[in-house]
């Protein structure tokens, strides 16, 4: 993500992801995965004991099978990890003086311009602002100062009051 340089008599506000949402998201992909994990494994015994063993497999095949089902899952949850870390954090919604912006890594940026905005609309995981191009973004509920960018974005709205 490349910061663009915003003019020093633009207002911005920027609204990023508490540190306990990172955190919380952490464990529920840790939690997701090490269920999947499980899964598989109870999968790899079943074949193992339904299949195998009658064939003459024994239990260091169904040891193998565990072991290198067990780094697979090591491998694939650090490279989520990583990757839900670097998103997560780069999460970001400005709110510009004309335009309303969500930037998030390795995801192309939404832009809609203050004049563009067709509605914007209360849902229960946020707000969600959409243009007239059929462009829209969220602004979760989880990120810090929510309530002011909830204030800022009413009046951008169709129809609202004109506000500073």
Same mark, same amino acid.
Do not use: C
């Given at each position: 993500?490349? &910061? ?40 790899? =015994? ?9 064939? /003459?497999? *024994?239990? #260091?095949?169904? !040891?193998? %099978?565990? @072991?290198?089902? *067990? !780094? ?9 990890? +990583?990757?839900?870390? !670097?998103?997560?954090? %780069? ?9 309303? @912006?969500? $930037?998030?890594? #390795? ?11 067709? /509605? =914007?609309?209360?849902?229960?995981? +946020?707000?969600?602002?959409? #243009?007239? %191009? /059929? ?9 810090? +100062?929510?309530?002011?960018?909830? $204030?800022?974005? !009413?009046?951008?709205? &169709?129809?609202?009051?004109? +506000?500073?």
């Amino acid at each position: 993500m490349i &910061p663009r340089s915003i003019p020093p008599y633009m207002t911005v506000e920027r609204y990023r992801f508490r540190e306990d949402v990172l955190h919380a998201a952490a464990r529920r992909t840790r939690r997701r995965l090490g269920l999947t994990l499980v899964s598989a494994a109870a999968l790899v =015994v079943a074949a193992w004991a339904l299949a195998l063993r009658g064939r /003459g497999a *024994g239990a #260091g095949t169904l !040891a193998f %099978s565990l @072991v290198l089902l *067990g !780094a697979l899952a090591a491998l694939s949850m650090r490279r989520r990890m +990583g990757r839900l870390h !670097a998103r997560w954090a %780069s999460f970001e919604v400005r709110l510009e003086d004309d335009a309303v @912006v969500r $930037e998030v890594a #390795g995801v192309p940026p939404v832009r809609i311009a203050r004049a563009d905005v067709a /509605g =914007v609309e209360e849902r229960p995981e +946020g707000l969600v602002v959409r #243009g007239r %191009s /059929g462009a829209a973004l969220l602004v979760p509920r989880d990120v810090d +100062g929510f309530a002011r960018a909830r $204030e800022a974005l !009413a009046r951008w709205a &169709p129809g609202a009051a004109p +506000g500073p």
